[in-house]
């Protein structure tokens, strides 16, 4: 059971992160195949989801194992993913010393790094 201290992180994560990446609640709930409700009910920090479902929320919102769901106290579901992508990313959403301007403006950059290299691989 989730206290309120880690609702209230969890939500505030989840719509940050969606937020930052251009998603709707709609746009989210599909890509994780569950109802818009759902994430508004999350957003709002009416319920939480279930740590299978955290672990969707965490891959469709490109972020590590764990960064959602450690938040509510559950252990992360690993995942086969790109690991150096995550820790990246994981490491801008856990560093206190960055406001949100900057982990927007780090986290940008860095996809873009990232896809100007992958570009230029299969070129």
Do not use: C
């Amino acid at each position: 059971m989730a206290t309120d201290e880690q609702r209230e992180a969890f939500r505030h994560a989840l719509r940050h992160n969606r937020e930052q990446r251009g998603l709707t609640q709609r746009a989210l709930s599909r890509a994780i195949g569950l109802t818009n409700s759902a994430v508004w009910q999350w957003e709002q920090g009416k319920a939480i989801p279930r740590p299978e479902i955290v672990a969707k929320l965490e891959a469709a919102l490109d972020l590590g194992p764990g960064v959602l769901s450690r938040l509510l106290g559950y252990l992360p579901i690993t995942q086969p993913p790109d690991k150096a992508t995550m820790d990246v990313l994981e490491a801008l959403q856990a560093d206190p010393k960055l406001g949100e301007r900057e982990r927007k403006l780090l986290a940008t950059i860095y996809r873009e790094l990232v896809a100007q290299r992958e570009a230029g691989q299969s070129a």
